[in-house]
């Protein structure tokens, strides 16, 4: 199994340091929501699926969505 | 600060944080060997005293269950100063008329099959945090996701009436004090606060492990509660 976390552990890298690198506010919140499903896969490989879980939900529903909410508001204002 | 004057701050630094980093990782344990005294503790201890199988569960909703107090009472606050951040700012604003888009018939139809599939999976979760993965923060979330699809298919004000405020307001405030009226149960039956006081039952059945799923079901509602309040606001945020 140690093959699959090192994959794991460098795709998170990889989107890790592509979070950074995107600066469209929009793109950013998409490569962030697939940075934290790997974040739940490797907790998972770990043997920590309660954590997976709620890394699941956390990073892929609850994140994107109120950072969503919030551009959207914020870019309206500035039209 | 210029650009230049971060660069050479950046190259002063970086290099120190790196070394430290490097020092802490080489005196870690070997990856994924080590299994720690605590660990062995726990495993031998929670099935046989708390009849509990989920050993997360055990550590964190009985063991170290006023740690999860404490993390409950920081979601709390936190949700409650958004709320009065952001009611503060709705106050002084004058309502203009609503510019929500309607959804397409295929999301709504999509949304509503996993609103459904999403609030059971999310009772399931906080229900059975004992036994299988999960656990009332997990369920918690997982029922603000239906809510979440929800709000995508049917807007702002159909979000009103399906989970009114005033309810869901209720709903966080009886979850925060479940808790500590489960905590405050231990200290009624003689012992510590949040002692599991409730008689252990059958290994693997719903109602084992004394408190661990009353307390776990009592924050699946808080942080439900919680998350959809924030989501309200946020959302009441963009109708203006």
């Known amino acids: ?38 974040l739940s896969l490797e907790f998972f490989a770990a043997g920590a699926p309660d954590v997976a879980l709620a890394e699941i939900v956390v990073g892929g529903v609850a994140l994107p969505a109120l950072i969503m909410l919030a551009l959207a508001r914020t870019e309206g204002r500035h039209r | 600060m210029s650009r230049r004057v971060r660069l050479i701050v950046m190259l002063i630094f970086a290099p120190a944080f790196a070394a430290l980093l490097g020092w802490a990782v080489a ?9 720690t005294a605590y660990a062995t503790t726990v495993e031998s201890v929670a099935p046989r005293e708390q009849q509990i199988s989920n050993i997360v569960a055990s550590v964190v909703y009985d063991i170290r269950a006023f740690d999860s107090l404490g993390e409950e009472m920081i979601l709390f606050a936190s949700v409650s100063g958004v709320v ?8 002084k604003r004058a309502h ?6 309607e959804a397409t018939d295929l999301v709504r139809l999509t949304a509503l099959v996993w609103t459904v599939l999403a609030v059971a999976y999310g009772v399931f979760l906080a229900g059975n945090g004992h036994l299988s993965p999960g656990g009332g923060f997990q369920g918690g979330v997982a029922t603000l996701a239906a809510l ?5 298919a049917a807007g702002t004000r159909r979000m009103q009436r399906f989970a009114p405020t005033t309810a869901v307001e209720a709903l966080e405030s ?46 699946g509602m808080e942080v439900a509660a919680g998350f959809a309040l924030l989501l309200s606001e946020f959302a009441q945020q963009l109708e203006q």
């Open chain 1, 1 to 38: 199994m140690i093959w699959l976390q090192t994959v794991l552990l460098l795709l998170i890298a990889a989107f890790g340091a592509g979070v950074v690198a995107t600066h469209e506010s929009r793109n950013q919140v998409l490569v962030l929501t697939a940075f934290g499903m790997l």
């Open chain 2, 27 to 35: 005196g870690l344990e070997p990856f994924g060997t080590t299994v």
């Open chain 2, 84 to 91: 009065l951040l952001l009611r503060e700012r709705r106050g």
């Open chain 2, 96 to 101: 203009s008329a609503s510019r929500s888009i």
């Open chain 2, 148 to 152: 979440v699809l929800f709000y995508l």
């Open chain 2, 174 to 219: 009886a979850g925060a004090l479940g808790f500590l009226a489960i905590g405050c149960g231990g200290v009624i039956a003689g012992s510590a606060f949040l002692f599991n006081w409730l008689p252990a039952g059958k290994f693997g059945s719903l109602d084992s492990a004394g408190v661990v799923p009353l307390i776990s079901f009592a924050v």
